[in-house]
DNA sequence: GGCGCTGATGTTATAACGTATCAAACATCT
DNA sequence: AGATGTTTGATACGTTATAACATCAGCGCC
């Protein structure tokens, strides 16, 4: 059975900087304070409150501040851009590079990642009937996530 | 074989003010004038796109303006949002209402509508394993069309 | 023929999301 | 030390979208 993502916070960060490193790139102090926001949050954060939580222990930093941090972790596989939403959330498991489908909860904000390759295929082969080629990418599925739908979903973020 | 969409725009644009009129709603000038230019653009349009075509006769035109009228024609089925690119098209078949797939090219932004209900059910299947209900959505997928893939896939909008 | 209801529009302002630009700091290599 | 490349700081701006409130047009009604 796959591992249960039981991981501390700490453990995630050094294996993203691990991640990182192997990749010649560098898990800086501003990349990790996003990344650890993303992975403590309990669903997909907006860029603008990732500022505003850094804003805390650091006045001076402004939106390019962020916004380099979040594209730096979205093309190492750190985290995801949720387009439907403008709002980024930390991969569950940048180890292994996928594309998926994210189930996003319309109502607390959690996701869940997914893959399904019969899906990928399918979907690959309906665009091909119209010469039409898919670039890898995300699925993004919005609907209710089992907590919410048992009515205990209070809203969370 | 199915009908080839060869309707010409006014065409269009009465079936559309028909299919409002059979909802109890009504397409007004404003409606109809941004309908129109969904219809005439060759792929999406962003909503300062409209705005500023409906400025060239009415001036006074503001967001607000355009926004009011895309979220009607959004509510009524005539046009689709696309979330990921914070654009707008029309609908190709507005009279079957339905969520589907849209195929966005990435280079000329034409967008391909389309429907599988094996890959609906497919989707709805996974999400179900993790007890997510999946709510009526578009499904946007970026890629290049047939056109572009071709080399002669000149940017147009 | 005026009254009140409802839906649509006008108008101003502002919120929310994202990027360009250029300069300064820092690291790394030789 | 000096050259080079990457990261960060800081200001300003561009883009996307909505809040709030006033006004207007149509329509049923008495």
Known sequence: MPHAHTHSLEDNLSAAAQWCA?????????RR?????????????KAYDLLAAIQKQKPTA????????????????LAHKLES???FVACCDFEHPHHGVMLICNQCHTVKELTDPVLEARLAEDAKAWGFSVAPQDIEVKGLCANCRHGDGEAQA
Request: glycine share 8%; aromatic share 4%.
């Open 22 to 30: 192997k990749r010649g790139e560098k898990l800086t102090e501003q």
């Open 85 to 87: 939403k403008n709002a």
């Open 33 to 45: 304070e996003v990344l650890a926001l993303l992975l403590s949050a309990p669903g997909s954060v």
């Open 62 to 77: 402004a939106p390019p501040t962020v916004y380099r941090a979040l594209d730096f972790l979205v093309a190492a596989g």
